[in-house]
């Protein structure tokens, strides 16, 4: 037995030191940094992989933003797989194999093809591929025979506007301003349908400067995998389907089925691989030895999470994160701050102690675009969050896994996790803007123009609970 001389600290206990700042403005300071050392993110922020955090709308809002999400894996491997597509195709600078539907199918098979892929407009072909015509909502919304083939309702081939597969992006731009249309099909010599550019995408792509994407023009997005050997189907099917990054999902990444998980991923796939949690330097050096291209750090400073009650294990947030950053830093390996961040200022203190990005759950699970339940207490609006070592969250894995749960399975957990409401908190956008608004403040204070500058300037005083509570308001009334 033995005990550390020191004690562990969170962001309430210290404070960061102003420095001498030549940084005139907020503006001038750059808030991008490194997912892994193939993925460089505008906003150094990711959701996290939790079912009542990051699905489609969330993964898709996090990488418009700059940011990433990480699809989580409570679902069948089939559904994960077709999250990451929704995603892939929901921003592209070409979409690339469009979604086409035979000349002979029904007008209600139309319709519910693009319900079920959420696409406005369909590619009419033949068997062989080559374009016959164009199908959009307006074709078939009000259509009053939904029997009748999408032939008697389409745009043909000969009323089409159409380009060569090698059309750039501006000269696309002009095409469909000219010809007010809001689809240009891309085709080959031969007429086949190689390609689609829209009117929406370009319009997203100047929306969204700063959005995550891959060489491809698509969003990014990530998936969470287990550890068991089924992880692997898991993973193969998600990386088909486009996903960028894979993160092993694990409550402690510190054990010897994560390592062999990591090896494993790395041996079969060629995206990166991010792997956790752990809370020590030596956790971040096996992870990293391992082939982990990234590492979580956060043992029990989730909000939602019990993990240090009720197993006495843990280390505090911010010397976790000064630890394992050392490691990080010392072998490339960068550092993920998953846990404890309730505001901008604990963001930028996470950061500074050596993190290049801070994971975030329960701050965004209230967001319109969390998948967490809706509820109304009080009047006043709230969603459901919930940890995935949470009792109904293991029961829900349970469920997945075989199909049926028993009266036994029920008495099996021991949760590590609490479900609990949060205030409904509007659009993702509003919390990204604030967050990273503290951010450039923070960098200012420092007088660090990014991320990199702010991890050598930055010094942390430990404060009492005093000077916490100097920290907020006081001696006013707050209305």
């Not at 990488?63 to 597509?85: K, L, N, S």
């Not at 459901?384 to 070592?389: D, H, L, N, S």
Request: charged share 25%; aromatic share 2%; glycine share 10%.
């Amino acid at each position: 037995m033995k005990i550390r001389p020191d004690p562990g600290l969170t962001f309430d206990d210290v404070l960061l030191v102003p420095r001498r700042s030549a940084i005139r403005s907020r503006r001038d300071v750059s808030t991008a940094s490194w997912l892994t050392p193939d993925i460089r993110l505008q906003i150094p922020i990711v959701s996290a992989n939790m079912d009542t955090v990051t699905e489609t709308r969330m993964a898709i809002a996090m990488a418009q933003h700059g940011g990433i999400g990480i699809i989580h894996r409570f679902m069948t491997i089939q559904q994960q797989a077709e999250m990451v597509e929704r995603v892939k195709r929901a921003e592209n600078m070409v979409v690339e194999d469009p979604i086409s539907i035979r000349a002979s199918a029904t007008i209600a098979q139309a319709r519910q093809l693009m319900a079920e892929e959420e696409v406005g407009g369909l590619m009419v072909t033949d068997e062989n591929g080559i374009l016959l015509g164009v199908v959009t909502t307006r074709d078939v919304l009000l259509a009053e025979t939904p029997s009748d083939s999408v032939q008697t309702v389409m745009t043909p081939r000969e009323r089409l506007i159409v380009a060569s597969k090698d059309e750039t992006l501006e000269n696309a731009r002009r095409k469909l301003h000219s010809y007010r249309i809001e689809k240009l099909p891309l085709v080959d010599e031969e007429g086949h349908i190689v390609g689609l550019i829209t009117t929406q995408d370009i319009v997203k792509i100047e929306q969204h400067p700063d959005a995550t994407k891959d060489s491809r023009g698509r969003l990014m997005v990530g998936v969470a995998v287990g550890a068991r050997a089924d992880d692997l189907e898991r993973a193969a099917a998600c990386v088909a389907a486009g996903a960028d990054v894979l993160v092993v999902d694990i409550a402690h990444g510190h054990s010897d089925h994560t390592l062999q998980m990591v090896s494993s991923l790395k041996k079969r796939f060629s995206v990166p691989v991010i792997a956790g949690n752990v809370a020590t330097a030596e956790g971040v050096r096996d992870l990293a030895d391992a082939g982990a291209d990234a590492v979580k750090v956060g043992v029990g400073a989730g909000s939602i999470c019990i993990t240090r009650l009720v197993t006495g294990f843990g280390v505090p947030q911010l010397t976790a994160i000064l630890e394992c950053a050392e490691m990080g830093h010392r072998m490339k390996v960068p550092i993920i701050a998953d846990g404890g961040v309730r505001n901008s200022g604990d963001l930028v203190k996470a950061l500074a102690a050596g993190a290049s990005t801070v994971m975030l759950g329960s701050m965004l699970a209230g967001t319109d675009e969390s998948p967490g339940a809706p509820v109304v207490r009080g009047g006043r609006r709230y969603k459901v969050v919930r940890g995935m070592a949470s009792l109904t969250a293991n029961i829900q894995r349970k469920a997945i896994e075989k199909g049926e749960i028993s009266e036994e399975d029920w008495g099996e957990v021991v949760p590590e996790g609490v479900e609990a409401v949060v205030p409904a908190r509007g659009a993702v956008a509003d919390i990204l803007h604030q967050l990273v608004g503290g951010l450039r403040s923070g960098l200012s204070y420092a007088g660090a123009r990014n991320i990199e500058e702010l991890w050598e300037k930055a010094e942390f005083i430990p404060i009492t609970r005093a000077g916490m509570e100097e920290s907020g308001p006081h001696d006013v009334e707050k209305f």
